[in-house]
């Protein structure tokens, strides 16, 4: 897949607002159509990049709408851009739409959720690097924890089209059944053979749904769901190669279970990001080099995907 980094024109470019649409409890999906060279740089960008997005002049929702959690804070000045994956790139009558798939945690996403159609947005992008795929690989999995699944949506899109022979199969986690990111789970008959999130149906993928109290598929982590997959499915580990985005201590976990199986893995991986360029140094992965030395790279320069091997989890 494509570096990055070998792009220079990263904007700022104007998203104009196409569709915006809330999915679940605090989820939302908002669509960005850029057009002339901001529609050819997103155009090409490739899974697991990112866009930060200035939020600071849209406007606060209601107050009677505002989460309790965040009414002591919506008011602060959001100085920083945000950053967002894509949940889908789409090309289309030399247009290019991408859509975004956030969660309200904070001030900015709270903002976020009052963009409607026609409204324009300072975009940046798209930065850092995304996933890769190694060849002679048969299988791949995919590993979402809560707001991870953005990413790897957009990945099972790539792939299907990129690599049409490859085998998928997905993994989503959360805490309950409302705390995942999907627009809607499948019928019946459809989870009974195995395709339980349309997201990834569409594209002929299997699908598992894992949370933590049982109210929808596994009960328990989305890691012990993948294990118990890997025991089911013995497969040549060598042909197999995981991808995973989600909270840093599952990320970990899935680091785990790659190595002990042999399998090889990538990570996306979240930090706070204040310029998403590689120049304030916020943004540092402690990782291990081929000398086995410890490191530092950015998360948003040398990432947010890192070969699981590479990165350092301190859990």
């Known amino acids: 897949m494509v570096d990055s980094q070998s ?15 809330r999915i679940g409890r605090g ?10 060279s901001a529609g050819a740089a997103f155009g090409e960008s490739d899974a697991g990049q990112f866009v930060q997005l200035d939020l600071s002049q849209a406007a606060l929702p209601p107050g009677e709408v505002i989460p309790a959690e965040l009414r002591d804070c919506s008011e602060r000045k959001i100085l920083l851009r ?15 739409f991408v859509e975004i798939l956030y969660s309200v945690a904070g001030p900015a996403s709270l903002r ?23 060849e ?3 299988m791949a999995l995919l590993v979402a924890g809560g707001m991870g699944a953005g990413p790897l949506i957009h990945l099972a899109k790539e792939l299907t089209m990129r690599h049409p022979q490859l085998k998928m199969m997905a993994f989503a986690g959360a805490k309950t059944k409302e705390d995942l990111p999907f627009e809607r789970r499948l019928d019946a008959v459809s989870q009974e053979i195995g395709f339980s999130l349309a997201e990834f149906a569409r594209y002929a993928i299997e699908s598992q749904t894992a949370t933590d109290d049982g109210s929808a598929g596994f009960k328990g982590f989305v ?29 970990a976990k899935v680091a785990e279970i790659a190595k002990q199986r042999n399998i090889d893995c990538q990570v996306s991986m979240e930090r706070r990001m204040a310029c998403g360029i590689g120049i304030c140094q916020s943004c540092a992965v402690e990782c291990i080099d081929e000398n086995g030395e410890k490191t530092y790279k950015l998360c948003c320069k040398d990432g947010p995907v890192f070969d699981a091997k590479e990165v350092i989890f301190n859990f």
Not at 223 to 250: A, F, H, Q
């Open 223 to 251: 890691t012990d769901c993948l294990c118990d997959w890997l025991e089911k499915n013995k497969s040549d580990s060598r042909e197999m190669i995981i991808y995973s985005c989600g909270p840093e201590v599952m990320l």
């Open 27 to 36: 989820f939302y999906r908002v669509r960005l159509e850029f057009g002339q």
């Open 112 to 134: 976020m959720t009052t963009l409607s159609k026609d409204d324009t947005v300072s975009a940046i992008g798209p930065l850092g690097n995304g996933f890769r795929f190694p």
């Open 7 to 21: 792009k220079s024109n990263k904007g700022p470019f104007a998203g104009i607002v196409r569709g915006h649409r």
């Open 82 to 96: 945000r950053p967002f994956s894509f949940a889908d790139v789409e090309v289309k009558n030399g247009k290019t």
């Open 136 to 138: 002679k690989k048969k």
